[in-house]
């Protein structure tokens, strides 16, 4: 048992062991001997299997080996999703991932079900950000060994205002339970709040997520059929909760240039119809994008609704409307 004063409630077992030497049939075999031992002292926590450092279709490679020969008890199946472990790959490059993070998501669900013990088990997301590298020996690159490290600012620019809500958008219609940023403290790259500059300041990366735990992770949503006629640039989520407001996130993450690498992204204007969702007194809009304030976040601004509204986003950015 932990001998923290705060109980630890969910346990790992191993970190992304496809990453560490570990194969399938071995993790099976340490799963089930682990977990019952952890359990017979203390049956109240919970237990999250794999957490698979996910890249080249690992989830074929492990998941179904796992599904099939695991007898101990499962309570969360994980994985981790990261676009890039390349600074200078483009942002059409990393853009072009996220489809594929729900692609994994939807696999990994279907082949839970081909076992009644696992039918139910969700899947989280429990590492999630654009760039996997980090500096190694000599201010080398770890994923690159013959580069010199370069800090991908990506993670907490304006293309983070694009990237993390189509993220988030793709991941949560394909069923993810959960979505977890690595990490909190971090620089450019990493961290929703920079410790690496003099003073520590708060960076784009936290409003973001930030505004889509307020907004989403606080309620039960119903997802609603969004279709949009540009899906290859603008990500469209729409969900409304019984007798309450009805959200619509409108993400633009068309790349400006196929040479970009942090671009500024390309505008786009959209419209919004949700006529056929009977009439609105009442709406709010909220924006996210390179003209946000790091320092205060974006402010909620009235809208009137109307059947048809026009959202205006001026490159990488997300807006998100509110309407009673």
Same mark, same amino acid.
């Given at each position: 048992? *932990?001998?923290?004063?705060?109980a630890?409630?969910?346990?790992?077992?191993?970190? =992304?062991?496809?990453g560490?030497?570990?194969?399938?049939? =071995?993790?099976?075999? $340490?799963?089930?001997?682990?977990?019952?031992?952890?359990?017979?002292?203390?049956?109240?926590?919970k237990?999250?299997?794999? =957490?698979? +450092? &996910?890249?080249?279709?690992? =989830?074929?490679?492990?998941?179904?080996?796992?599904?099939?020969g695991?007898?101990?008890?499962?309570?969360?199946?994980?994985?981790?999703?990261?676009?890039?472990?390349?600074?200078?790959?483009?942002?059409?490059?990393?853009m072009?991932?996220?489809?594929?993070?729900? *692609?994994g998501?939807?696999y990994?669900?279907?082949?839970?079900a081909t076992?009644?013990?696992?039918?139910?088990?969700?899947?989280?997301?429990?590492e999630?950000?654009?760039?996997? &590298?980090?500096?190694?020996?000599?201010? $080398?690159?770890?994923?690159?060994? +013959?580069?010199?490290?370069?800090?991908?600012?990506r993670? *907490?620019?304006?293309?983070?205002?694009?990237?993390?809500?189509y993220?988030?958008?793709?991941?949560?219609?394909?069923?993810?339970?959960?979505?977890?940023?690595?990490?909190?403290?971090?620089?450019?790259?990493?961290? /929703?709040?920079?410790?690496?500059a003099?003073?520590?300041?708060?960076?784009?990366?936290?409003?973001?997520?930030?505004?889509?735990n307020?907004?989403?992770?606080?309620t039960?949503w119903?997802?609603?059929?969004?279709?949009?006629?540009?899906?290859? /640039?603008?990500?469209?989520?729409?969900? !409304?909760?019984?007798?309450?407001?009805?959200?619509?996130m409108?993400?633009?993450?068309?790349?400006? +240039?196929?040479?970009?690498?942090?671009?500024?992204g390309?505008?786009?204007?959209?419209?919004?119809?949700? *006529?056929?969702?009977?009439?609105?007194?009442?709406?709010? /809009?909220?924006?996210?994008?390179?003209?946000?304030?790091?320092?205060?976040?974006?402010? /909620?601004?009235?809208?009137?609704?109307?059947? !048809? $509204?026009?959202?205006?986003?001026?490159g990488?950015?997300?807006?998100?409307?509110?309407?009673?």
């Amino acid at each position: 048992m *932990s001998p923290s004063n705060d109980a630890i409630g969910y346990w790992g077992i191993y970190n =992304e062991p496809n990453g560490n030497g570990i194969t399938a049939s =071995e993790y099976v075999q $340490m799963y089930n001997t682990l977990v019952p031992a952890m359990l017979a002292v203390d049956p109240t926590i919970k237990i999250v299997a794999l =957490e698979l +450092s &996910d890249y080249g279709n690992q =989830e074929q490679q492990y998941v179904p080996t796992f599904v099939q020969g695991v007898t101990a008890h499962v309570d969360v199946l994980a994985t981790h999703f990261y676009s890039s472990c390349n600074q200078s790959d483009s942002d059409t490059q990393v853009m072009s991932t996220v489809p594929g993070f729900a *692609s994994g998501v939807q696999y990994i669900y279907s082949q839970l079900a081909t076992n009644p013990a696992t039918a139910k088990v969700p899947v989280w997301i429990l590492e999630n950000n654009v760039n996997a &590298d980090y500096e190694g020996a000599n201010g $080398m690159s770890t994923c690159n060994p +013959s580069q010199v490290f370069v800090d991908d600012h990506r993670g *907490s620019s304006a293309f983070f205002a694009a990237w993390r809500p189509y993220v988030y958008s793709q991941v949560g219609k394909a069923g993810a339970q959960a979505l977890y940023h690595w990490s909190y403290q971090g620089d450019q790259q990493y961290g /929703e709040y920079n410790n690496s500059a003099s003073t520590g300041t708060l960076q784009l990366s936290y409003w973001v997520d930030y505004w889509l735990n307020k907004y989403f992770g606080q309620t039960q949503w119903q997802l609603l059929s969004a279709a949009s006629n540009d899906d290859a /640039e603008i990500e469209v989520l729409a969900v !409304q909760q019984t007798g309450g407001p009805t959200l619509v996130m409108v993400t633009d993450h068309a790349v400006a +240039s196929a040479s970009d690498n942090n671009g500024a992204g390309a505008p786009r204007t959209v419209l919004v119809d949700v *006529s056929a969702l009977g009439t609105f007194t009442s709406g709010k /809009e909220l924006v996210l994008d390179a003209n946000t304030s790091p320092t205060a976040g974006p402010s /909620e601004t009235p809208i009137t609704p109307a059947g !048809q $509204m026009q959202v205006t986003l001026g490159g990488y950015g997300t807006t998100i409307l509110t309407l009673q």
